[in-house]
């Protein structure tokens, strides 16, 4: 029988090891080795990128310098959808040793490569590079801060402008970098780690005197024998086609008081727009406040009137019952389209125990920025994972409605959600791959998103509705009527899509402050680190969402409208068309996208991301008036 079961569960665990290993995983222990001499430091590039376009691109995309072999760094699942491609470089230093006029290479650009050069100025791109797994970065200071320091990720492929006295425009490439490499040292073993990784690019048009010798030749332009390089950003390197360009760099190594445990604190503030925390933690106490008001209100409310009609009750008065206590008879009534509300909720559930794992992860400090690609690879790993709950969540809601093909159920709840954002995806990823964009996710990592997909999560889905479907159905605390009763005329301010468009303001307004800095994160390429807020940010959430829904819930029900299955969903739900409209506000103000793709492939992944925000804000409503409903019914006595 054992080993029976041990045959049963091993092409599954093949599966998962197969689309583990295509994502880009490694074991501890067991990751390809690093092309890095031990006696040597070798700076890693990176993607090229753009906020103007989005579109990221391989480094060797552009006439760069190449070393002999190019080898890719292993990278997880995360880092290959972030578009992240991680290779060697030819730049390699020596450990505290520094190092003036380093010839890198001579190129002389053909029409295509010049071509290829002037577009991405055009596009503001930034060149990516890494050294022992910190980026590297630009000191810029603030205009508005005296004293203080900005860093950009990342330095310019090359400007645009007037040089030289000339009227005419011209194109200049970054061709001398001018690396600082900031190390601690431990003062009883005199051993050093880098704790900084910055770099100030010129654009020099080197001279020299004589036959090119490679490396070994003697540049006018820079003297490597001078204490210091003589840079000459007068006679700027123009982008033509035919033109000879010598690439070259400089590395100083200084010492530094930052411990490698708290190298990467200057990192996580590099953006522009420092946080404004009294005005997020006002934001927040208004919406607690609010949040505070409400539920005081409905509980005094709801006490007035189950004291009411457990008191008419006793005294046995013939009075007309009123109100919500009317539609006894009817508010258990299963909904149209119940086994589509089963699936989105199961969907909604499988989210909210994603986000909230996740989250759990990122404020213990498992998912820094440091781990590039780790929270999208954790995010997708839960969400396979917490298809259990999903199914579980979906079938025990569809045998509360009496429904009897619960595997029909199950495959919804597996598919529906995921199909369509792959759909999308894959549109999105047509378009990256037309623009020949290292962005594109590869096949085999499209493959392996697939495995997870059908390989885990489907059967997960498929055992939680098993586990759900078998055990014994809920209860209601009341009967429901054979023949439905009719629903009176509403008051205009009772309308269904009113009612649902004012129920999402509030849940939007807990979030939407936040909403910012994560965009800017993800648009403006900044590093999103406040994980502590951002659940706390979530609790708000999850609290105004189900108290806004109970709210609303129990006005429809005063209204002597049964009908709150689907508006209890939608009610919270709706705050993710506030959400994409917001994106919509934030695309139009903060960024400088021209491209007609770049916008679609914005638009796409919002819509994404607002459609995962309805089926989450939308479970959590619909939880919150399902428990507020069985509660005040089974609270008052009814014949």
């Known amino acids: 029988m054992a080993a029976s079961w041990r045959l049963k569960i091993l092409p599954w665990i093949v599966l998962l090891l197969f689309a583990v290993r295509s994502a880009g995983f490694y074991l501890p222990g067991v990751a390809p080795a690093d092309f890095q001499r031990k006696d040597a430091l070798m700076v890693k590039v990176n993607k090229l990128t753009s906020v103007k376009t989005q579109l990221p691109y391989s480094y060797y995309s552009l006439p760069y310098c190449r070393p002999n072999v190019i080898i890719d760094s292993a990278e997880n699942l995360g880092e290959v959808l972030r578009g992240d491609r991680i290779e060697n470089s030819p730049y390699v230093f020596e450990m505290r040793e520094h190092q003036q006029c380093n010839i890198v290479c001579r190129k002389v650009l053909s029409q295509k490569e010049a071509k290829e050069l002037k577009e991405k100025i055009d596009d503001e791109y930034l060149v990516n590079m890494i050294l022992d797994n910190l980026p590297l970065v630009v000191p810029m200071r603030r205009l508005d801060h005296e004293g203080s320091m900005v860093y950009q990720l990342g330095y310019r492929v090359g400007l645009k402008g007037h040089y030289t006295g000339s009227t005419e425009e011209k194109y200049i490439i970054n061709n001398h970098l001018s690396f600082l490499v900031k190390y601690h040292k431990d003062q009883e073993t005199d051993l050093a780690r880098i704790v900084g990784f910055e770099v100030n690019p010129f654009s020099v048009k080197h001279e020299y005197d004589g036959a090119w010798e490679g490396n070994k030749t003697r540049l006018s332009t820079c003297d490597p024998h001078l204490k210091r390089s003589v840079v000459n950003s007068e006679n700027p390197q123009e982008v033509e086609p035919n033109k000879e360009i010598i690439f070259t760099y400089d590395v100083e190594f200084k010492e530094s008081d930052v411990k490698w445990a708290s190298r990467w604190d200057t990192y996580l503030l590099m953006a522009d727009d420092q946080i404004h925390w009294f005005s997020i933690v006002n934001s927040v106490m208004i919406v607690l406040f609010l949040s505070g008001m409400v ?126 954002v792959f759909i999308i995806f894959f549109f999105l990823n047509a378009l990256i791959w037309g623009e020949k964009s290292s962005g594109a996710v590869p096949f085999t990592t499209m493959f392996a998103l697939v495995l997870l997909w059908f390989g885990i999560s489907v059967p997960l889905v498929y055992a939680g509705s098993y586990v759900g479907f078998r055990k014994p159905a809920l209860e209601d605390p009341v009967k429901t009527n054979k023949i439905p009763r009719q629903v009176p005329e509403q008051a205009w301010y009772m309308h269904p899509a009113l009612s649902v468009l004012i129920g999402g303001i509030l849940p939007f ?51 002597e409208d049964y009908h709150w299955w689907w508006r209890a969903y939608l009610t919270s739900g709706s705050s993710a068309l506030y959400l994409f409209l917001y994106a919509a506000f934030y695309f139009f103000t903060k960024l400088g ?47």
């Open 295 to 420: 539920a005081m209100i409905m509980l005094r409310t709801l006490y007035r009137d189950i004291s009411q009609y457990n008191q008419l009750e006793t005294q046995e008065e013939a009075q007309e019952e009123t109100g919500w206590k009317l539609v006894h008879g009817d508010v258990f009534r299963p909904p149209a389209h119940s086994d589509l509300l089963c699936v989105y909720v199961g969907t909604g559930v499988q989210f909210l125990g994603m986000v909230v794992v996740t989250m759990l992860f990122a404020v213990l400090g498992f998912l820094s920025p440091a781990n590039r690609g780790g929270l999208m690879t954790a995010m997708l790993l839960l969400w396979a994972l917490m298809g259990l709950l999903a199914g579980y969540s979906s079938a025990r809601l569809y045998k509360l409605f009496k429904g009897g093909d619960w595997k029909k159920t199950a495959l919804k709840t597996a598919f529906i959600f995921p199909g369509v």
């Open 509 to 559: 307004g807990a979030v939407f402050i936040e909403l910012f800095f994560i965009l800017s994160s993800i648009w403006l390429h900044q590093f999103y680190y406040i994980f502590g807020f951002l659940f706390l940010v979530l609790v708000i959430l999850i609290v105004t969402c189900a108290e806004i829904t109970v709210v609303l819930c129990y006005f429809q029900l005063c209204s």
């Open 593 to 639: 996208i021209s491209k007609p793709v770049s916008a679609v492939l914005y638009f796409g992944y919002m819509l994404i991301a607002s459609y995962a925000f309805f089926v989450l804000t939308g479970a959590i409503g619909f939880y919150a008036c399902f428990w507020f409903t069985r509660l005040i019914y089974s609270s008052v006595k009814i014949d």
